[in-house]
């Protein structure tokens, strides 16, 4: 074995960090993954005791439960640990030394052909898993050029299994820098805008950053997807054989040199969507620019204010959101959506939810309305969609185009703007759509949506009877 791949071992047996050892030796922690990843070896020079340092450090950080498997791992006794230990890193260290060193068992990249290749999570997941324990915290960034077409509402299945491995836990934070192709995005619009809707807000652990690459090279020949400094996947489109190839790298020279590329371009290429906080939002003027550039389209996967009258909105605030009661921005904010014709696509469960329970997202927040309350609301409501200022359609949870079990947040549009919005915090967290072309697609989707045919969707009289049946059974 190498010096880094003994080293390697005994942390791991141990459970000794990477981290710990690095500060116990009085050394930065990236000297420690230096060694680790047999990128660079230890300077010996005034250190010739190194090994017997990091032997005592590494028996002196270990319960009796390590200590025993460390005993079983090297064949020796507890009183000869440490002396056993220093005695195998100094006989690795020499031999990673000496020319031969440089013929390894184990290459830092290796070629697969075709395109069954399985335990592609696995390998994800102990690759983020090893950038956690490099960094000693609890962030990992995660570089990918794959297409969304790729990923798709009805294959999500890679990041159920990858935050399932052991290890990844509830405070594990992913950030996906994703680079969307807008050419590809055009000839898969209900594809990507679906992906993106779900990819937005499906796990509190994985937050992605979608970057346009309109003015970019194509990606066509193949794609990349780089974890931290720990691993590299290019699946290779050879033009010679209709399968893909994969070819894996680990090593840390090419992934350094890689990422430090990567966060010198991200900085500098225009976001598809940004994040906005509440507070962020209310002293903006996105929201009025929002309102009167006119088209107001709703994709809804909660109930909403759709239609309330402004003094019922205040009445509302008052009794539910005493400190709401006299916010202009709110109050005029309501005003201005419903006095705008608009677009409502709302599911079906999100409104049985609302008529029987009276969940619905008001103000900004999460509440739940009192019978009396949305049967007022509801009447308005249907009001408002016989005088012809909403067009509201009920769609079935499960459509075509995007079920609601795929997403977590509310989409609006108009013809210049749009955004998206879901829980986060008991505040409504909005997410604005940043790319003018992605406007323009995510319309798209939605008149998609708006044309499904009757057996996904309820639309005028249909739509009308089904509220006024709720209201009769409430």
């Not at 070896?41 to 010739?48: A, E, H, I, V, W």
């Not at 450090?57 to 460390?70: C, F, H, N, P």
């Not at 350094?256 to 598809?272: D, E, I, N, T, W």
């Not at 009757?454 to 005028?460: K, N, V």
Request: proline share 3%; aromatic share 12%.
């Amino acid at each position: 074995m190498t010096f880094g791949q003994t080293l390697k071992q005994l942390l791991n047996i141990s459970g000794i960090k990477s981290a710990h050892l690095a500060a116990a030796l009085g050394y930065d922690t990236s000297y420690i993954s230096r060694w680790v990843n047999d990128i660079k070896l230890p300077s010996l020079r005034g250190n010739d005791d190194l090994f017997e340092k990091i032997a005592a450090i590494i028996v002196s950080g270990s319960d009796s439960q390590a200590i025993e498997r460390l005993g079983v791992a090297y064949g020796t006794e507890t009183a000869w640990l440490e002396e056993t230990l220093a005695a195998g890193l100094k006989e690795d260290y020499d031999g990673s030394a000496s020319p031969s060193a440089h013929i390894v068992a184990n290459p830092n990249a290796v070629l697969l052909h075709g395109s069954g290749n399985a335990g592609t999570t696995g390998m994800y997941s102990d690759a983020i898993l090893r950038a956690l324990d490099e960094a000693d915290g609890y962030s990992v960034d995660f570089f990918t050029t794959t297409p969304l077409e790729l990923y798709s509402n009805k294959n999500m299945r890679f990041w159920d299994e990858v935050l399932s491995a052991p290890g990844i836990t509830d405070d594990v934070r992913i950030t996906v820098h994703q680079i969307v192709d807008m050419e590809a995005f055009s000839k898969n619009i209900d594809t990507y805008c679906s992906t993106i809707c779900t990819l937005s807000k499906f796990d509190p652990r994985v937050r992605y950053e979608f970057y346009v690459s309109e003015d970019m090279p194509s990606c066509s020949p193949g794609y990349i997807t780089a974890i931290g400094e720990n691993l590299m996947c290019w699946i290779l489109y050879s033009g010679i054989s209709p399968e893909p190839h994969m070819i894996l790298c680990n090593d840390r020279a090419v992934l350094c040199r890689f990422m430090s590329g990567v966060h010198a371009m991200l900085p500098f290429r225009p976001k598809l969507l940004s994040f906005l906080g509440k507070d962020e939002l209310e002293k903006s003027h996105f929201l009025y620019d929002f309102v009167m550039s006119g088209s107001l389209r709703y994709l809804l996967y909660t109930m909403h204010p759709i239609y309330i009258d402004d003094a019922f909105a205040r009445d509302i605030a008052s009794r539910y959101l005493p400190e709401l009661a006299n916010d202009d921005f709110q109050m005029y904010y309501n005003s201005l959506c419903s006095n705008a014709k608009r677009e409502v696509i709302l599911y079906r469960s999100a409104l049985l939810e609302y008529i029987y329970s009276g969940h619905i997202f008001l103000f900004g927040r999460e509440m739940q309305l009192e019978r009396e309350d949305r049967a007022v609301h509801l009447k308005q409501l249907l009001e408002n969609m016989r005088s012809g200022a909403c067009q509201l359609k009920i769609l079935n949870d499960d459509n075509p185009l995007l079920s609601r079990r795929d997403t977590h947040l509310s989409v609006y549009l108009s013809r210049s703007g749009g955004f998206m919005a879901g829980i986060e915090n008991d505040w409504y967290a909005s997410i604005k759509i940043s790319s003018q072309k992605s406007v323009e697609y995510f319309n798209t989707f939605f008149t998609h949506l708006f044309s499904l045919d009757g057996e996904y969707m309820l639309s005028g009289a249909a739509a009308e009877e089904f509220i006024e049946r709720g209201l009769e059974l409430m």
